[in-house]
């Protein structure tokens, strides 16, 4: 019998934002009335400034903090402006309310929310890797920013991967994926790799792959070793610009 994977932890989730922080952030706020907490900073959105205390996310007005703060949260923004080419919010969810929004589909999956944080987790005896998406119009540049943490010694991995369903040449419309284990990353090509329907129905079905596709797949792929301590949290940013990706962990490329 299959354990329970806890795959992941993620505490916030961004996709296609202008990045406000790109590190975690904590920072004593002060209100009109000179009162203090400190928390994380999670994001300010339409006058709205999240931040994440005592275990609870707090939506505080943006008027209602001191002009220091004001101040401090104007600049990390411009900063953000400046050198962000990625403008449109798609989504983003910091998981403060009480289990998944409508948003959120699910898939062979026994995935949870609480206290804050985003449990990835692959049930017992399942044949698949849980899997949770977010549907959106179809786009071409994408950020996609997580906080994420492995949990214990079954959080061997974690997938994000970018699908079009409208897509028929490759098994469920996967187009690229990148793989993150506490040693490794990898970056691939689903779209004219492994998921290529020729390919993947060949394998499927036992069949013997020839040399060249054997070449050809070499070519779809880029790993790159990593130490990542467990049970921490670090952050990840992957970035699509025409058909080249990108993936930073804690503000290095990898």
Same mark, same amino acid.
């Given at each position: 019998m299959k354990k329970t994977m806890r795959v992941i932890l993620i505490a916030l989730f961004t996709l296609l934002s202008l990045q406000l922080v790109e590190a975690r952030e904590f920072r004593d706020f002060t209100n009109l009335e $000179?009162? *203090? !907490?400190? $928390? =994380?900073?999670? $994001? +300010? %959105? =339409? $006058? @709205? @400034?999240r931040i994440r205390a005592k275990g609870k996310v707090f939506e505080v007005p943006f008027d209602q +903090? %001191? =002009?220091? /703060?004001?101040t401090w949260l104007n600049e990390r923004k411009q900063a953000g402006e400046e050198k962000s080419d990625y403008k449109e919010l798609i989504f983003e969810d910091d998981f403060s309310a009480e289990g998944f929004g409508e948003r959120w589909k699910h898939y062979k999956s026994a995935s949870e929310v609480k206290d804050g944080v985003f449990y990835g987790i692959t049930a017992p005896d399942s044949d698949h890797q849980a899997v949770d998406t977010i549907k959106f119009e179809g786009k071409q540049d994408m950020e996609v920013a997580v906080k994420f943490r492995f949990s214990g010694p079954e959080a061997k991995r974690f997938n994000l991967k970018f699908d079009d369903n409208q897509y028929k040449g490759s098994h469920a419309g996967h187009i690229c994926r990148v793989v993150v284990s506490p040693t490794m990353v990898m970056l691939s090509d689903g779209k004219t790799g492994?998921? *290529?329907? =020729? !390919?993947? /129905? *060949?394998?499927k079905a036992g069949g013997k792959l020839d040399e060249e596709t054997k070449k050809l797949l070499e070519s779809k792929s880029a790993k790159a070793s990593v130490e990542l301590e467990e049970d921490k949290w670090h952050d990840l940013l992957i970035q699509t610009k025409g058909d080249v990706m990108t993936v930073s962990i804690d503000g290095k490329k990898v």
């Open positions: $000179g009162k *203090k !907490i400190h $928390g =994380e900073l999670l $994001g +300010l %959105s =339409e $006058g @709205v @400034v +903090l %001191s =002009e220091a /703060d004001q492994n998921f *290529k329907n =020729e !390919i993947f /129905d *060949k394998k």
